[in-house]
């Protein structure tokens, strides 16, 4: 039976359809639920493929050989989609293949699926209105999705995403396009959500450390590690060539540690560790 708090992954195994490479190996790992997981790992390691897993595009749109189990609290992708799938928004990795490409202005393009649900009109123009201050992009609302910057067309995407209130949100590199300034406000921002089981696949290893309630890293294929953000890069295998926090780096150089050799990897750790410091 299913655990209704608990993300949980089971043996999983996945090869794409007419192919003969295995993308995802044997993963077993389990989670909270409404808590931000950050997927990272190298190049090819299978992290879109295990979000599409999550989604349940795969099996359901993206055929292949899967076997295992996966539950988000006690639905599975792969046999509740058409219930998950209500609850669940996905922000791909190319936010101009997931926008409908019909509406003339961001305003439009927000409302879509709100106008696809039968939302009332009033309710329409304020979560439109609501949605793109936090993706500030009120100034753009009356312009066409296509005059838009990269970095605002992600966070149109993520607009789109969240207007719907899902429970279950899947972010494939959110910020690739964006600017510094748009990252940190991007990160920011993702911190303050509750009640919402986030994945988040990111690069972004200092903006992880510091929002993420767990980090699970694929290489290859492979689940190598799972837990804190803290435990998980005081773990990470130099081979692996997987991007350290620059809090991390700095705290090894001096070596301001949090006892047991353990580093810390984000700000708030940092300041405890050094504030130590100065009082012993
Ligand atoms: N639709 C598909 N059909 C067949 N193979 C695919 C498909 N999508 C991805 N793959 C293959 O699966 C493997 C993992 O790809 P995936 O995109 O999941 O990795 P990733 O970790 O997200 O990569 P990146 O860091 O480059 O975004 C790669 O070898 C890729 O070529």
């Known amino acids: 039976m299913a655990n209704i708090q608990q993300i949980s992954i089971t043996h999983l195994s996945f090869t794409y359809q007419h192919d003969t490479n295995t993308v995802l190996h044997d993963i077993n790992v389990s989670a909270p639920l ?50 998950l799938n209500r609850q669940t928004d996905f922000v791909l990795q190319d936010p101009n293949s997931q926008l409908s490409g019909l509406a003339d202005t961001v305003a439009d393009e927000i409302a879509f699926d709100l106008l696809n649900h039968g939302v009332d009109e009033t309710t329409i123009q304020r979560r439109v209105a609501d949605v793109a201050a936090q993706m500030q992009l009120t100034a753009q609302l009356q312009q066409s999705p296509s005059s838009l910057s990269g970095g605002q067309l992600q ?20 910020t690739s396009e964006m600017d510094p300034q748009g990252r940190a406000d991007f990160f920011n921002w993702l911190a303050t959500i509750k009640d919402t089981t986030i994945f988040i696949v990111s690069n972004e290893i200092d903006d992880l450390c510091e929002i993420a309630d767990r980090l699970w890293v ?44 353990l580093f810390p990897v984000n700000i708030n750790q940092l300041r405890g560790c050094v504030h130590d410091q100065h009082s012993n």
């Not at 966070?155 to 959110?174: E, M, N, Q």
């Open 155 to 174: 966070r149109l995407a993520i607009a789109t995403a969240i207007v719907t209130k899902p429970g279950i949100l899947i972010l494939d590199d959110p």
């Open 218 to 261: 694929l290489v290859d294929g492979e689940l190598v590690r799972k837990g804190t953000s803290l435990e998980v890069i005081n773990q990470l295998n130099p081979e692996w060539q997987i991007g350290t926090p620059k809090v991390y780096q700095l705290a090894k150089l001096m070596y301001w540690s949090l006892g047991a050799d």
């Open 34 to 83: 409404n808590s931000i997981i950050g997927i990272i790992g190298n190049h090819n390691a299978g992290k879109t493929t295990l979000c599409r897993v999550l989604a349940g595009i795969i099996p359901n749109m993206m055929g292949g050989d899967l076997l295992g189990d996966v539950h988000i609290g006690n639905l599975s992708p792969t046999k509740d989609w058409s219930v």
